[in-house]
């Protein structure tokens, strides 16, 4: 009989490396090549089929007489799949409960090295590639949470493992990819929401605390500075954290910057990319080199592996670090311009749609709309 095992299981096992299996996505081709675990090879199976010839010669193929691991989009294929191959005498075969549905929910925690007087973890999003933030005050007890995702309870969790409570709820951005978190914890806590002050523009239908450009909060003696920072959109801000660590969004990534057309359209993505350039050059490449640059998001291939780093560790650089990685921070602003709105990458899924959610011109029905929703990699660098 075939086994069940969790997203988490099929992540510890990726992870360590030291075992010899084979990952059967039974997906449609489509939606394995734009988004898959690592090291999954593509079978295609529906719900009704059978184990045919040719398939179990592919699989042979595939597997070389290894452990079988089978995943689908929610397990109904999969499991089918897993079915088949245990009544063909297949003896070690394990299906992937919730499937990529919830490979898509599944955090790694990161603790970021700072000062003693400063906590900071970051939270990776590993199917997607979203990245958030704890700060806390370890003397004060005091924490603020930064770009949450939908899934809140983990930072709740997280603030009390380190005796702190959660005063501030701030995102950086109205996100275009994932469904924010920040209201919603915000409210459960009954603490302040933040957004940047130009978020007034974006016609949102809830209430919030605007940080103009370098207002500050504090938690305990931690300082959290905002900095405007627009260009991926209007009203993007930054935030600092003392002297330790910028919290860049999808404004400046260890890899690369934020795309601009997502709130301005492709007809006005040049005004979007003034805007990054300006917020480029003349905010965050003039801030302390030493600065630890923590971005949004990571980038994850459509193999499902971090384009920079592992999962677990840091997602981060040192500002002066990014620079001199970047040859997008070297063109001039004629230059630049031109390269944004020339090489426009593919929208993330259903973005308009999360937009909406994220302004609060709608509201998902269920968990499982959202889910449906947040389906992929974010695709928010340019």
Same mark, same amino acid.
């Given at each position: 009989?075939?086994?069940?095992?969790?997203?988490?299981?099929?992540?510890?096992?990726?992870?360590?490396?030291?075992?010899?299996?084979?990952?059967?996505?039974?997906?449609?081709?489509?939606?394995?090549?734009?988004?898959?675990?690592?090291?999954?090879?593509?079978?295609?199976?529906?719900? &009704?089929?059978?184990?045919?010839?040719?398939? @179990?010669? #592919?699989?042979?193929? /595939?597997? $070389? %007489?290894?452990? *079988?691991?089978?995943?689908?989009?929610?397990?109904?294929?999969?499991?089918?799949?897993?079915?088949?191959?245990?009544?063909?005498?297949?003896?070690?075969?394990?299906?992937?409960?919730?499937?990529?549905?919830?490979?898509?929910?599944?955090?790694?925690?990161?603790?970021?090295?700072?000062?003693?007087?400063?906590?900071?973890?970051?939270?990776?999003?590993?199917?997607?590639?979203?990245?958030?933030?704890?700060?806390?005050?370890?003397?004060?007890?005091?924490?603020?949470?930064?770009?949450?995702?939908?899934?809140?309870?983990?930072?709740?969790?997280?603030?009390?493992?380190?005796?702190?409570?959660?005063?501030?709820?701030?995102?950086?951005?109205?996100?275009?990819?994932?469904?924010?978190?920040?209201?919603?914890?915000?409210?459960?806590?009954?603490?302040?929401?933040?957004?940047? &002050?130009?978020?007034?523009?974006?016609?949102? @239908?809830? #209430?919030?605390?605007? /940080?103009? $450009? %370098?207002?500050? *909060?504090?938690?305990?003696?931690?300082?959290?500075?905002?900095?405007?920072?627009?260009?991926?959109?209007?009203?993007?801000?930054?935030?600092?954290?003392?002297?330790?660590?910028?919290?860049?969004?999808?404004?400046?990534?260890?890899?690369?910057?934020?795309?601009?057309?997502?709130?301005?359209?492709?007809?006005?993505?040049?005004?979007?990319?003034?805007?990054?350039?300006?917020?480029?050059?003349?905010?965050?490449?003039?801030?302390?080199?030493?600065?630890?640059?923590?971005?949004?998001?990571?980038?994850?291939?459509?193999?499902?592996?971090?384009?920079?780093?592992?999962?677990?560790?840091?997602?981060?650089?040192?500002?002066?670090?990014?620079?001199?990685?970047?040859?997008?921070?070297?063109?001039?602003?004629?230059?630049?311009?031109?390269?944004?709105?020339?090489?426009?990458?593919?929208?993330?899924?259903?973005?308009?749609?999360?937009?909406?959610?994220?302004?609060?011109?709608?509201?998902?029905?269920?968990?499982?709309?959202?889910?449906?929703?947040?389906?992929?990699?974010?695709?928010?660098?340019?």
């Amino acid at each position: 009989m075939f086994e069940q095992i969790t997203a988490r299981e099929l992540a510890n096992e990726l992870d360590a490396d030291d075992d010899e299996y084979a990952i059967v996505d039974t997906r449609p081709a489509d939606s394995y090549e734009s988004w898959h675990v690592p090291e999954a090879e593509n079978v295609p199976f529906g719900p &009704a089929e059978t184990l045919g010839d040719e398939q @179990e010669a #592919e699989i042979d193929d /595939l597997v $070389d %007489g290894n452990p *079988i691991v089978t995943i689908c989009g929610k397990g109904a294929t999969s499991t089918t799949l897993a079915g088949e191959l245990d009544a063909n005498g297949y003896d070690d075969v394990a299906v992937v409960k919730g499937g990529m549905r919830d490979w898509n929910s599944l955090y790694e925690r990161a603790r970021v090295d700072t000062d003693d007087d400063v906590g900071l973890t970051q939270f990776q999003r590993r199917g997607k590639g979203c990245l958030s933030y704890l700060v806390w005050s370890p003397d004060a007890g005091e924490a603020a949470v930064v770009d949450p995702t939908r899934h809140i309870d983990q930072y709740v969790v997280a603030a009390a493992e380190h005796d702190a409570e959660i005063t501030h709820v701030l995102d950086t951005h109205v996100h275009a990819d994932h469904v924010s978190g920040g209201r919603e914890l915000a409210e459960r806590l009954d603490v302040p929401y933040h957004l940047g &002050a130009r978020a007034e523009e974006r016609d949102l @239908e809830y #209430e919030y605390e605007p /940080l103009e $450009d %370098g207002d500050s *909060i504090h938690v305990g003696d931690v300082e959290i500075t905002a900095l405007a920072a627009p260009g991926h959109t209007t009203e993007m801000v930054n935030y600092r954290v003392d002297d330790e660590a910028i919290l860049t969004g999808d404004a400046l990534f260890v890899d690369s910057v934020g795309r601009t057309e997502l709130e301005f359209g492709e007809d006005q993505a040049d005004e979007g990319a003034e805007m990054e350039y300006e917020t480029l050059h003349e905010t965050l490449t003039e801030l302390p080199d030493d600065l630890t640059v923590l971005p949004g998001h990571v980038t994850v291939t459509n193999d499902g592996r971090f384009e920079n780093g592992s999962p677990g560790r840091p997602v981060a650089a040192s500002l002066e670090e990014v620079e001199r990685r970047l040859d997008l921070l070297e063109l001039g602003r004629d230059e630049f311009v031109e390269r944004m709105v020339e090489n426009v990458p593919e929208k993330p899924d259903n973005y308009e749609t999360v937009i909406d959610v994220n302004t609060g011109r709608e509201r998902p029905d269920s968990s499982r709309q959202a889910t449906k929703l947040e389906t992929g990699a974010n695709n928010c660098s340019a």
